[in-house]
């Protein structure tokens, strides 16, 4: 099973890199970064978020979210907020103005995304979203250890 696995990272890693060259070159129209587009869109959907939970949600480093959270405030895409839970750790949110950007690059992606349907069922997909899914949680635990 660990040769198949390695034919899903060698598909999923230039998949990757390609979705984060667009998301790049469409920088001039939304003003967005990778960074930047993966916290607008855990907002998104979570609503408003601490630095910390979001590092978490994406496995990367409270520094650089934080960085990435600096860049979006400084474009007015989201706004720091009390967090009745926590003084010194504020939510984090999105604006008007953040909502907006990140609506339209999920439709522009979305769009991308209606062109690889073809003879792929929703089976398929399940059985996808289950196999990353559990390469996932292998990898979150072999981080813990």
Known sequence: MASRMYEVFAVLGPLYRRVSRRVEQNEPVEGLSIGVRAVLDLLRVHGPLTVPRMARAQALSRQFVQRMVNDAAAGGLVEAIPNPAHQRSSLI?????????????????????????????????????????????????????
């Open 93 to 145: 949110r999105l604006t008007d103005a953040g909502r907006a950007a990140i609506d339209t690059v999920i439709a522009r992606e979305s769009e991308l995304l209606k062109r690889v349907g073809g003879d792929l069922t929703d089976a398929d997909v399940d059985t996808c979203v289950r196999v990353l899914t559990r390469m996932l949680e292998v990898f979150e635990h072999a981080d813990a250890n």
